[in-house]
């Protein structure tokens, strides 16, 4: 009898368990409604127990997730996710931001299969202290940032008007664990403050210009009057009052879900009030130090979220360097913070003092006074290249004496300038990137913000196919936007995390191979970019093989300029003295960096042969991504061709009678003419031409002919 007894209650439990696996739980969720942040990722949390056949209940239920605020020696941002028995799961939290992320992770191993029963124990808090984005923002054609002269630029004004953007786009911030959003501007504020001493700079609605710029305008509109009603057109009716308000709704939202907004100027500007009032753009005139001074303190007591603001002394100045221009925003910039803080005493706002055209001593030497908040530096860490190396040298070089000369906390300006159309994805080259940026400048207090100066991280507006058209560039990006994000925060995700988020993204093909050839074609853009490297934005666009001036043909590439400084490459003509003097090399060739290339193409074709073969029906975003892949490959082919073909040049330059590597230089430079059809083929299949702000038109099928160009002038070298 007991036996039977026995069996009977252990197949009711049996059953039960297997039920409950079934059907799910019936899920209790305690946590603060009352804290924005916490109502985020419970948000999140909820979706994702729902998504997973479980009930979310208040009452009578079978497992319980509950929030904790603090434990010893959590700090910002961190949480602890810690089980209670078989049937409850504790986040403890150091802050409300921690909190969130708590919940945000703990959703994420739910819907990433690992289920309510299959959740470990973790305890994460930030690697890098605080990590931003940088957006360059074109308000209005009468307030441009650094360069509208793009099509990305032009075309997103409007939507910079759009509360769903900006909703959408600070959601996707948080969920990859960014906190920080940087503005970049030039002078906005005419069209978003009210200036009660200055009303005539003060403007209504939106404009954009009333023609298309092209390639030869420069990035102030070739001084246009763009208050001339003639030269814009409006897309969009809004008030003053309206666009205030609106901005408010933006900022209100990101500090609510623990978003900091740092607003960063070019100097010096005065859009909108120039020629009014007696101010101009030259930092000799008071009028304008005193308009500017005013223009700030009215800026924060209209929008007190805003935690920094951002200077440099490198653009639009005409004073000199050494001083004159650290002292001008000092009594600009700087002073106007102290006025909006002595009637607003509670306040902190940072201030951060770029070192592009200045130095630790002269910043410091003028600087030294400033009590109303945090002074923090930044430095253009791997220039304007984020795509190129791990072990960017430059700030070792540039600017560490001074940081720890004046101990002062320093953001690392991370520039993406070098990649703005494929879809590029390498978690190693990520997780490589982090864990070699020297965290001892933060200083615990600093970060950093990533983003172009010549591309506007909006909406997409080239892609030919209607259902991917006007897609958010954090949707489009979204693997590269999370690598950088989450890395960032939490160093130890492995390839298995980023395989579970591409199966759960593309649940249509392996997520193994799919790994494995996205990264093989994201590694072609960083090694081109080592082999030639180049500091500047306008410089080098690595999708078109193209500079500010148009297309780099070797003698104005790879026989101008060097690889990377400590990337152990030798340059062409390197190679050419190895070959001339029968020396065995001594560093990486063109020839190896050449056959790397080839190698990372061929294994991208052979994956995306796999890919196209195997996958089930596939969404239009996996068929775009793929064929991004595709064209990364083809792209690859024509640098490792066109490098080849320059070292086999640089050797028949350097002696004449050496015909034969001529003969092998015009061969290769054939290739490369049959490999760019092929890039431009593929990519041209699903993009529009487009203007780059900084470097020239991206129109593959225009670079084709450049491209046979080339080719005729290098076989007309021997005759």
Same mark, same amino acid.
């Given at each position: 009898?007991?036996r039977?007894?026995?069996?009977?209650?252990?197949?009711?439990?049996?059953?039960?368990?297997?039920?409950?696996?079934?059907?799910?739980?019936?899920?209790s969720?305690?946590?603060d409604?009352?804290?924005p942040?916490?109502?985020?990722g419970v948000?999140d949390?909820?979706?994702a127990?729902?998504?997973?056949?479980n009930?979310?209940?208040s009452?009578q239920?079978?497992?319980?997730?509950?929030?904790?605020?603090?434990?010893?020696?959590?700090?910002?941002?961190?949480?602890?996710i810690q089980?209670?028995?078989?049937?409850?799961?504790?986040?403890?939290?150091g802050?409300?931001?921690?909190?969130?992320?708590?919940?945000?992770?703990?959703?994420?191993?739910?819907?990433?299969?690992?289920g309510?029963?299959?959740?470990?124990?973790?305890?994460?808090?930030?690697y890098?202290?605080?990590?931003g984005?940088?957006?360059?923002?074109?308000?209005?054609?009468r307030?441009?940032?650094?360069?509208?002269?793009?099509?990305?630029?032009h075309?997103n004004?409007?939507?910079?008007?759009?509360?769903?953007?900006?909703?959408s786009?600070?959601?996707?911030?948080?969920?990859?664990?960014?906190?920080?959003?940087?503005?970049?501007?030039t002078?906005?504020?005419?069209?978003?403050?009210?200036?009660?001493?200055y009303?005539?700079?003060?403007?209504?609605?939106?404009?954009v210009?009333?023609?298309p710029?092209?390639?030869?305008?420069?990035r102030?509109?070739?001084?246009?009057?763009?208050?001339?009603p003639?030269?814009?057109?409006?897309v969009?009716?809004?008030?003053?009052?309206e666009?205030?308000?609106f901005?408010?709704?933006?900022?209100?939202?990101?500090?609510a879900?623990?978003?900091?907004?740092h607003?960063?100027?070019?100097?010096i500007?005065?859009?909108?009030?120039?020629?009014?009032?007696?101010?101009?753009?030259?930092?000799?005139?008071e009028?304008?130090?005193r308009?500017?001074?005013?223009c700030?303190?009215?800026?924060l007591?209209?929008?007190p979220q805003?935690?920094?603001?951002?200077?440099?002394?490198?653009?639009?100045?005409d004073?000199p360097?050494?001083?004159a221009?650290?002292?001008?925003?000092?009594?600009?910039?700087?002073?106007g913070?102290?006025?909006?803080c002595?009637?607003?005493?509670d306040?902190?706002?940072? %201030?951060?003092?770029?070192?592009?055209m200045?130095?630790?001593?002269?910043i410091?030497d003028? %600087?030294?006074?400033?009590?109303?908040?945090?002074?923090?530096t930044?430095?253009?860490y791997a220039?304007?290249?984020?795509?190129?190396?791990?072990?960017?040298?430059?700030?070792d070089?540039?600017?560490r004496?001074?940081?720890?000369?004046f101990?002062i906390?320093?953001?690392?300006?991370?520039?993406?300038d070098?990649?703005?159309?494929?879809?590029?994805?390498?978690p190693?080259?990520?997780r490589?990137?982090?864990?070699n940026?020297?965290?001892?400048?933060?200083?615990?207090?600093?970060?950093?913000?990533?983003?172009?100066?010549?591309?506007?991280?909006?909406?997409?507006?080239?892609?030919?196919?209607?259902?991917?058209a006007?897609?958010m560039?954090?949707?489009k990006?979204?693997?590269?936007f999370?690598m950088?994000?989450?890395?960032?925060y939490?160093?130890?995700?492995?390839r298995?995390?980023f395989?579970?988020?591409l199966?759960?993204?593309?649940?249509?093909?392996?997520?193994e191979?799919?790994?494995?050839?996205?990264?093989?074609?994201?590694?072609?853009?960083?090694?081109v970019?080592?082999f %030639?490297?180049?500091?500047?934005?306008?410089?080098f666009?690595?999708?078109?093989c193209? +500079?500010?001036?148009g297309?780099?043909?070797?003698?104005?590439?790879f026989?101008?300029?060097?690889?990377?400084?400590g990337?152990?490459?030798?340059?062409v003509q390197q190679?050419?003295?190895?070959?001339?003097?029968n020396?065995? %090399?001594?560093?990486?060739t063109p020839?190896?960096?050449?056959?790397?290339?080839?190698a990372?193409s061929?294994?991208?074709? +052979?994956?995306?042969?796999?890919?196209r073969?195997?996958?089930?029906?596939?969404?239009p975003?996996?068929?775009?991504?793929?064929?991004?892949?595709?064209?990364?490959?083809?792209?690859?082919?024509?640098?490792?061709?066109?490098?080849?073909g320059?070292?086999?040049?640089a050797v028949?330059?350097?002696?004449r009678?050496r015909?034969?590597h001529?003969?092998?230089?015009?061969q290769q430079?054939?290739?490369?003419?049959?490999?760019?059809?092929?890039?431009?083929d593929?990519a041209t299949?699903?993009?529009?031409p487009?203007l780059?702000?900084?470097?020239?038109?991206?129109d593959?099928?225009?670079?084709?002919d450049?491209v046979?160009?080339?080719?005729?002038s290098?076989?007309a070298?021997?005759?």
């Open positions: 009898m007991f039977s007894n026995w069996w009977c209650v252990f197949a009711c439990l049996l059953f039960a368990g297997m039920l409950s696996d079934a059907w799910g739980d019936r899920v969720i305690q946590y409604a009352n804290d942040m916490q109502v985020f948000g949390l909820t979706a127990l729902t998504s997973t056949d009930e979310i209940v009452e239920a079978d497992f319980h997730i509950a929030f904790s605020q603090y434990q010893p020696g959590m700090g910002p941002q961190s949480f602890r089980k209670e028995g078989t049937r409850g799961i504790r986040i403890f939290h802050d409300s931001v921690g909190a969130m992320y708590g919940a945000l992770e703990l959703a994420e191993d739910i819907a990433l299969g690992n309510l029963q299959g959740i470990r124990e973790k305890a994460r808090k930030p890098v202290p605080h990590r984005l940088k957006f360059n923002i074109p308000l209005d054609a307030a441009p940032s650094y360069d509208d002269t793009g099509t990305s630029a075309q004004i409007p939507v910079m008007w759009e509360w769903e953007f900006w909703k786009f600070i959601d996707q911030m948080i969920r990859n664990r960014y906190d920080t959003l940087t503005l970049w501007v002078h906005p504020y005419p069209g978003m403050v009210r200036l009660p001493e009303p005539d700079a003060n403007y209504d609605d939106v404009r210009l009333a023609k710029v092209d390639e030869h305008g420069d102030h509109w070739d001084r246009l009057d763009v208050f001339d003639a030269n814009t057109k409006v969009k009716k809004i008030t003053l009052d666009k205030i308000a901005w408010t709704r933006v900022f209100d939202y990101a500090q879900h623990g978003i900091t907004i607003l960063y100027h070019w100097n500007y005065t859009f909108g009030a120039e020629g009014k009032y007696g101010i101009t753009d030259s930092g000799k005139n009028a304008t130090v308009y500017m001074r005013y700030v303190r009215r800026m007591e209209t929008y805003i935690d920094g603001i951002g200077v440099a002394a490198g653009e639009h100045f004073l360097q050494g001083g221009r650290e002292e001008w925003l000092w009594k600009t910039y700087a002073l913070i102290k006025d909006y002595r009637d607003h005493p306040r902190r706002i940072t %201030f951060i003092f770029r070192s592009l200045s130095n630790a001593d002269n410091m003028v %600087f030294a006074d400033y009590d109303v908040g945090a002074f923090h930044d430095h253009k220039r304007a290249r984020v795509h190129s190396t791990t072990t960017s040298p430059y700030l070089i540039e600017y004496d001074g940081l720890e000369k101990e906390p320093c953001w690392l300006n991370v520039r993406n070098d990649l703005f159309i494929f879809r590029w994805g390498d190693d080259y990520v490589e990137f982090w864990a940026i020297p965290r001892d400048v933060l200083r615990s207090e600093a970060g950093y913000f990533m983003g172009p100066d010549g591309f506007v991280q909006g909406k997409e507006f080239v892609i030919k196919n209607d259902e991917l006007g897609q560039e954090v949707d990006h979204w693997y590269r999370m950088f994000g989450r890395l960032s939490d160093l130890t995700l492995t298995d995390y395989e579970k988020r199966a759960k993204h593309f649940p249509e093909t392996d997520p191979c799919l790994y494995e050839t996205w990264q093989s074609a994201s590694q072609i853009i960083p090694l970019n080592r %030639f490297f180049r500091v500047n934005d306008l410089q666009s690595p999708e078109g193209i +500079a500010k001036e297309f780099l043909t070797v003698d104005r590439s026989f101008a300029h060097p690889p990377l400084q990337s152990g490459i030798l340059s190679y050419a003295q190895k070959i001339m003097q020396e065995s %090399f001594d560093g990486i020839m190896d960096v050449a056959d790397t290339l080839d990372n061929a294994q991208t074709l +052979a994956g995306l042969k796999t890919l073969s195997t996958a089930k029906q596939s969404s975003e996996l068929l775009s991504t793929l064929t991004d892949l595709e064209a990364m490959a083809w792209l690859g082919k024509y640098y490792a061709a066109k490098i080849r320059a070292a086999e040049l028949y330059r350097a002696d009678t015909t034969d001529h003969d092998r230089a015009v430079f054939e290739t490369a003419v049959h490999q760019w059809t092929r890039y431009a593929v299949s699903q993009y529009r487009q780059f702000s900084r470097t020239h038109y991206m593959w099928s225009r670079i084709l450049d046979r160009q080339e080719l005729e290098v076989r070298e021997a005759k």
